[in-house]
């Protein structure tokens, strides 16, 4: 027996609730009618696609980076759940820069009892990050057991498995930043130099501003000639695959010091053995960067300069520069601050200083308490941080 004992022209239309043709064929020609409320639909539809493309890619790199982490923890023998923190911060230092991480200790790096609790309360994690000598490879050599006792001394440093070398320092980065990664659960992490003044209190308050944003890539962004000429600084030798001859950088940070979200150093970490090194460092990060869903943050309070500035008062002598450079012969001679110093009493005491034609603080460490003196945030700030 058919399904219809009449044709489907010939059914009572009124037998189907709510099927009133008349009514849907006015909804039918309202739509045809309301471009903008289809475009609205589409537009909402698209939002909700990308929104959970976002969700999807956030999940694939948690996945990636905890599996990274496993890998990591299964090779140490260890499987302890990861330290939260606020944020990591690596110092750059080498095997001969011993005075300049004591002019930092007595300075701006908390120690001993101190720095585990800034630790503990803030989540603020500072590290001097070093590799091993090329000595070590053969059970360890002179430099290697001095900074051994240093470490015993201290602890605080982040020991990388990498061999030192002033031409390995992309190396250095990618395995710092996976080191890190695999030792703390942070929202960022930074690396800086250890010839840099830091006031770590500024550098929280700064870095809170971009908690909830996913993808952040932070410091003084910066652009210059790609150098093809053999012998000279910063000489870029794939200086071709950048154009032709002539041409800038990419903008990123510059070296001396930048931060990145969790989710950037995951994925330097997760994609570590593929990513390509180039001469210069902070290079090399940003070109890791320039092809990702990144947000460029250029924070010009982390390239405050140390040496004197335009800045001047008609008034004795008050700086320590100015004692320093006899700048201020008379009471009434002019006194010319260093840019950190008359931002910081402006009331915006930067996060970083350091002189642009040392790529650090020249001699920093004759230097580094007295620019701390001038440029330093107080204490109260550093502990007053709410991270």
């Given at each position: ?211 909830a944003r996913p993808r ?66 902070d290079v090399s990060v ?6 990702l869903e990144v947000e ?92």
């Amino acid at each position: 027996m058919p399904l219809l004992s009449a044709p489907i022209s010939t059914v009572d239309k009124t037998s189907a609730p709510g099927c009133d043709d008349s009514r849907v064929s006015k909804g039918l020609a309202g739509e045809r009618h309301d471009p903008k409320g289809i475009m609205s639909e589409v537009s909402k539809t698209h939002h909700a696609i990308r929104s959970l493309d976002k969700t999807v890619s956030s999940l694939e790199m948690e996945l990636a980076v905890e599996r990274a982490r496993s890998g990591v923890a299964g090779a140490a023998g260890s499987s302890k759940a990861l330290q939260k923190a606020f944020v990591v911060i690596g110092i750059n230092t080498a095997f001969s820069s011993k005075k300049r991480r004591d002019s930092l200790r007595e300075t701006l790096v908390p120690s001993g009892e101190k720095l585990r609790r800034l630790e503990k309360e803030k989540g603020i994690v500072v590290r001097f990050v070093i590799g091993r000598s090329g000595a070590a490879e053969g059970g360890g050599g002179a430099a290697d057991r001095a900074l051994d006792a240093e470490e015993a001394e201290h602890k605080d440093f982040l020991r990388l498995d990498h061999v030192e070398g002033y031409h390995e320092l992309s190396s250095k980065t990618r395995i710092y930043f996976a080191t890190a990664v695999a030792t703390w659960d942070a929202d960022f992490y930074v690396k800086v130099d250890d010839d840099v003044h830091l006031n770590l209190g500024m550098l929280a308050t700064r870095l809170a501003k971009y908690r909830a944003r996913p993808r952040v890539y932070v410091g003084c962004m910066k652009s210059g000639p790609v150098l093809s000429q053999r012998g000279v600084k910063y000489h870029e030798p794939e200086y071709w695959k950048f154009g032709d001859v002539g041409n800038k950088y990419f903008r990123h940070a510059t070296g001396q010091i930048y931060a990145v979200s969790k989710d950037l150093a995951a994925y330097i970490s997760v994609n570590q053995p593929i990513l390509h090194r180039f001469a210069n460092e902070d290079v090399s990060v940003g070109a890791w960067l320039i092809g990702l869903e990144v947000e460029h943050v250029d924070d010009r309070s982390m390239c405050c300069a140390t040496p004197p500035g335009p800045y001047a008062e008609p008034r004795a002598c008050r700086s320590l520069f100015a004692h320093a450079m006899r700048a201020c012969l008379t009471g009434t001679t002019a006194v010319r601050f260093a840019d950190c110093e008359w931002k910081k009493r402006a009331g915006n005491v930067c996060v970083a200083s350091f002189d642009w034609s040392c790529s650090g603080v020249c001699r920093s460490v004759d230097r580094m308490k007295l620019i701390h003196d001038a440029c330093g945030e107080d204490q109260a700030a550093l502990w007053g941080v709410a991270t």
